[in-house]
């Protein structure tokens, strides 16, 4: 499989799939593996056809983690995911699988995570600093960094902070679009309460016997 067709087929939808259900941990770790082995992948077509600087697979994923911090965290996870615990001397942002988990994903006023009994869930890399990212929204902007990879253009690529503010962004969207929405719906409901109130209340129905009584007796 050539590796634009691994990028599309496997990665891509992985990725959408996530997207759909981010608090899907079977889905997030599927994801991660995958986008990592893109990278390896276009490593060996690259050596292959003589058009590699790099000998080794991982000096190539160490070029590409140079340049993208979130790459750089997604390969990290791939190791600890695979290995359990990284233990070697090289510096990694992520040693352990067990910094892949399921967590609430409420911000605060800070911007900084708080994990809040009513928010929704997805899940999260927490980095050795102890920064955290939503695996679909890394996942995202390492795929477009395999496609620049695959055909560049010039893009930059994303750090954590910036996947992280345009996540809260789109959080803020959200609650507004709710916001606006309830306030919309609560309006309505006014309103026709209002009408309801304004129209003549009906008169009692009179007995069959009533009707036939004239209005005033004289005695």
């Known amino acids: 499989m050539k590796p634009s067709e691994f990028l599309a087929e496997v990665v891509a939808v992985n990725s959408a799939a996530l997207s759909q259900m981010p608090d899907d941990v079977r889905l997030g770790v599927n994801a991660i593996l995958t986008a990592d082995a893109f990278f390896g992948i276009l490593f060996d077509q690259q050596q292959s056809g003589g058009k590699s600087t790099h000998t080794k697979d991982d000096q190539y994923r160490d070029s590409v983690a140079s340049r993208s911090e979130c790459y750089r965290v997604l390969r990290d996870t791939a190791f600890a995911i695979k290995h359990g615990e990284l233990k070697g001397k090289k510096v990694r942002l992520v040693r352990t699988a067990g910094q892949v988990q399921r967590r609430e994903t409420r911000w605060d006023d800070n911007g900084v995570w708080d994990e809040s009994p009513w928010s929704d869930e997805a899940v999260m890399i927490e980095t050795v600093s102890g920064d955290?990212?939503?695996?679909?929204?890394?996942?995202?902007?390492?795929?477009?960094?395999?496609?620049?990879?695959?055909?560049?253009?010039?893009?930059?690529?994303?750090?954590?902070?910036?996947?992280?503010?345009?996540?809260?962004?789109?959080?803020?969207?959200?609650?507004?679009?709710?916001?606006?929405?309830?306030?919309?719906?609560?309006?309505?409901?006014?309103?026709?309460?209002?009408?309801?109130?304004?129209?003549?209340?009906?008169?009692?129905?009179?007995?069959?016997?009533?009707?036939?009584?004239?209005?005033?007796?004289t005695r």
Request: hydrophobic share 40%.
């Open 132 to 217: 955290r990212v939503r695996v679909d929204k890394l996942v995202e902007e390492v795929l477009l960094v395999a496609e620049e990879e695959l055909s560049p253009a010039g893009r930059p690529p994303a750090t954590l902070a910036q996947i992280r503010l345009a996540e809260r962004w789109e959080r803020c969207v959200e609650t507004a679009q709710s916001t606006i929405a309830a306030a919309a719906n609560a309006s309505h409901k006014r309103i026709r309460q209002m009408r309801l109130s304004e129209l003549p209340l009906a008169e009692s129905p009179r007995s069959p016997a009533a009707e036939h009584e004239p209005a005033n007796r």
